[in-house]
């Protein structure tokens, strides 16, 4: 029988109190003072750091922002980095986020299953958006979810594909009753501006619409606003979101 597990955000109060001092302080780049590297006797360990990717093509009315995640920090915990997102949430005059529906005629995410796992392990889809599981394998799945409880569950015979569901906003976790090992992760994102960084930790942002946007990261770790930026014609460049496991209540 699988044992669910409940993440909690331990380190959430304490980065978040440092990076509420840096709300407002623009495209700066850099962490905010809380978040900066420490300096121990013996330097921590960098997991990832990468160059500022290239910026896309110019589309009038646009900008683009482009950075990375670093980690830093001696703790022994893992850190998956490929269970992260980054979001940029648009803000009004009073700094509150601003959403909007997703169109009804999006095309659908798929989630494939070919033996008794599902791939990708993570994904993210705009909350709304139809997401399809497909089935290529001999297994039969009877998927759920306890964030979506009772309302949800997926029949998923062999070679079948399901009907689409649509999720709200949020990471939903998915479980399947027939094999206890098998499990994934969708984060369904309350903006239209998600990425998820690759495997050097860079992410970007193409053909973002000029205007003031929150910064905010979600992991399995930390999650919450990093800083306010101003997305202009001109880009943003070196965007860097720092992690910093010294700092994460274990």
């Known amino acids: 029988m699988h044992r669910e597990k ?4 331990a380190s959430f109060g304490v980065i978040l109190s440092a990076i509420t001092a840096g709300l407002g302080s623009g ?6 003072p809380d978040l900066a590297p420490p300096t121990p006797k013996e330097p921590p360990r960098e997991q990832r750091t990468v160059l500022p990717l290239p910026p896309p093509a110019d589309v009038p009315g646009t900008g683009w922002v ?19 997102v980054v979001l940029l949430e648009p803000v009004d005059g009073r700094g509150a986020a601003r959403w909007k529906p997703v169109h009804s ?6 989630i494939e299953s070919r033996s008794s796992a599902f791939q990708p392990s993570f994904d993210a889809v705009r909350a709304g958006q139809p997401l399809m599981f497909s089935n290529h394998g001999p297994l039969r799945h009877r998927l759920f ?5 009772s309302r949800v569950r997926v029949e998923l015979a ?22 206890p090992d098998e499990n994934f992760v969708v984060f369904s994102s309350p903006t239209d501006h998600f990425a998820l960084p690759d495997h050097t930790g860079a992410y970007r942002f193409s053909t973002v619409p000029e205007g003031r946007y929150l910064l905010s990261i979600w992991s399995e770790l930390v999650e919450g606003p990093v800083r306010q930026i101003v997305v202009t014609s001109s880009g943003v460049s070196r965007e860097r979101i720092w992690i910093n496991l010294d700092l994460i209540d274990r």
Request: glycine residues 10%.
């Open 145 to 149: 979810s306890t964030e979506l409880g």
């Open 27 to 32: 495209c700066s780049g850099g962490p905010p």
């Open 66 to 84: 482009n950075g990375d995640v670093t980690v830093l920090g001696r703790s022994s915990r893992p850190v998956d980095l490929a269970r992260i």
């Open 6 to 9: 409940t993440v909690r955000f």
């Open 105 to 110: 005629e999006a095309e659908p995410a798929v």
């Open 158 to 179: 062999p070679r079948r594909r399901s009907e689409p569901i649509r999720l709200p906003a949020g990471a939903i976790r998915f479980f399947c009753s027939l094999h």
